[in-house]
């Protein structure tokens, strides 16, 4: 719309009014967006200013990806005639036809070059895009101070010094451009330190791409722990908090932050208390069902399973049989080894991007043997963030040596230097022989299951879904269970562990798993 209202402004003022282009140079001034400052014998203006950049792990910018152009416009009648058909938006030259004033002033453009010896362009940073990714751990600022995640917590490194992006002209007395004395430019210099994660550009955008209403993804490193990937769904605009304040799935909330129920992938932790207690071998019967004291717990096969070893339940997921299990497991022993994972304990990855600590029960909850059943499937009072589930597979596909969640990797100076980055850090979280029966678990949970859709095609995986019960109904009276899965992959020489989490999405292996198979592949696929 604005582009033919340019055009036909242009033909009028061009073709049909030279009078006009005169008059329209004599009165244009200083755009709304801009400040024009003047120093005894030098008027300035300025198109905005450069702040610190923050990168993935290969050193791409995640913000100042897009510029736009900006015109700094000495008015006369050629330069105006010459800008006219380049402007973006008209509304904030018309409003500049407000002051008698003919001086500098700057508008943006839709070029790089508009050849008149008045009119200088310049390349201004966009801090926001429609490019921008990972907006939950960006986060955004507010009159160029930063508000929410990196930008707030690295705000005195990223906009330390001022870094306007200006012209300035000579002027005589009257504030008058001085014919032929060059114009002084102050370019895009990019003089702040800027902020390097451990995001992987290419992974982030992969998962971000995902046909999630609600929930998270989040991909690391199984040896360094560094998080490779971390989206939250719905997302929201940076520069547009307004639209996010207002909508109800509170798409401000980092979702992979948030403790959810977690349901069946933490038999992983209850497989690795009985492999210490070694009861590993343990077999069950599943009739349907199974009664601990007054209260029935159910397997969601009514028919039941039949004789069961510790990987048959793995592959069918059976409650019935780690219900059973719970009651020959030590409560202190079974809570020792979640916590030994991560679970009941924040993960910080910054000043502000700091997960919850989740539900761990006490001791003095899993006493009671219906609790210690509900706990041993990952239901009842246990709640934990998808980043703590991630954070938990790295454990078991590093071979029980659990890094801890990194997110930054440092501060890189104007030389393009990397300073302050600390090593991978770890946590002994169970016994390598341990590891590996868990990652065997993994293994069989998915490649042993005919009715599995997390396989990848181009690479073997290993993974464990989950269907989490909430207690909440929706208005049919069905209960709202989240959907869950957290695997690694390759098998052989484990890289990468990722967890997705569909909220209120239903079945882990019809709403989670065929996410964690798209995402796999594509890792893959840009990993050879």
Wanted: hydrophobic share 40%; glycine share 6%.
């Amino acid at each position: 719309m604005y582009t033919k209202k340019i055009t036909a402004l242009g033909a009028v003022l061009i073709t049909g009014n030279a009078v006009l282009v005169a008059n329209l140079a004599f009165y244009m001034k200083n755009s709304a967006y801009l400040q024009t400052a003047s120093q005894q014998n030098q008027l300035t203006v300025t198109a905005g200013s450069v702040e610190g950049t923050i990168y993935d792990r290969n050193l791409q910018p995640l913000v100042n990806q897009d510029s736009s152009y900006y015109a700094f416009v000495n008015p006369t009648p050629d330069s105006i005639t010459a800008l006219l058909p380049h402007i973006r938006e008209i509304m904030p030259v018309l409003e500049a036809l407000q002051d008698p004033d003919s001086e500098p002033f700057c508008c943006e453009v839709n070029t790089t070059e508009i050849p008149d010896p008045d009119i200088t362009i310049l390349e201004v940073p966009v801090r926001y895009s429609e490019n921008s990714i990972a907006p939950h751990v960006i986060g955004y600022t507010l009159e160029h101070t930063g508000i929410t995640g990196l930008e707030s917590d690295f705000d005195e490194i990223l906009r330390q010094e001022e870094d306007p992006i200006s012209v300035s002209y000579t002027v005589d007395a009257v504030r008058q451009v001085l014919p032929g004395v060059e114009v002084d430019i102050s370019p895009a210099e990019y003089k702040n330190p800027g902020v390097v994660t451990t995001l992987d550009r290419r992974i982030q955008e992969i998962c971000e791409a995902q046909a999630i209403e609600k929930g998270a993804i989040v991909v690391m490193n199984v040896h360094s722990g560094d998080v490779l990937a971390m989206a939250s769904f719905p997302d929201y605009a940076p520069d547009s908090i307004g639209d996010a304040l207002s909508n109800p799935d509170s798409p401000l909330i980092n979702r992979c932050l948030y403790a959810y129920n977690v349901g069946s992938i933490f038999k992983l932790m209850t497989c690795a208390a009985a492999y210490t207690q070694n009861l590993q071998d343990f077999t069950a019967e599943c009739t349907g069902s199974t009664q601990i004291r007054k209260q029935i717990f159910r397997c969601h096969d009514l028919s039941g399973h039949g004789a069961l070893t510790m990987k048959d339940a793995m592959i069918q997921s059976c409650n019935t049989y780690f219900v059973q299990l719970s009651q020959l497991l030590q409560p202190a022993l079974m809570r020792e080894t979640a916590q030994d994972f991560g679970f009941g304990r924040q993960i910080v990855l910054s000043r502000s991007i700091v997960s919850s600590s989740g539900t761990l029960p006490g001791i003095k909850d899993l006493s009671l043997p219906a609790e210690m059943a509900n706990f041993c499937f990952g239901q009842g009072l246990l709640t934990a963030t998808p980043l703590q589930v991630t954070q938990m597979t790295c454990g078991i596909a590093n071979n029980g040596n659990m890094p801890l969640a990194r997110l930054v990797r440092g501060i890189i100076n104007t030389d393009h230097l990397i300073e302050n980055e600390r090593s991978p850090m770890y946590a002994r979280a169970i016994k390598r022989n341990a590891a590996y029966y868990l990652r065997d678990m993994m293994v069989s949970a998915i490649n042993e299951n005919p009715n599995s859709n997390a396989i990848p095609e181009t690479v073997f995986a290993a993974a464990k879904t989950s269907t989490a019960q909430t207690g909440r109904y929706d208005e049919d009276g069905q209960e709202l269970c989240h959907a869950w899965i957290t695997g690694y992959f390759p098998i052989d020489e484990p890289e990468y562990a990722v967890t997705v989490l569909v909220e209120d999405g239903g079945y882990g292996n019809t709403a989670a798993a065929p996410i964690f198979r798209d995402i796999v592949d594509q890792i893959n696929e840009i990993s050879d």
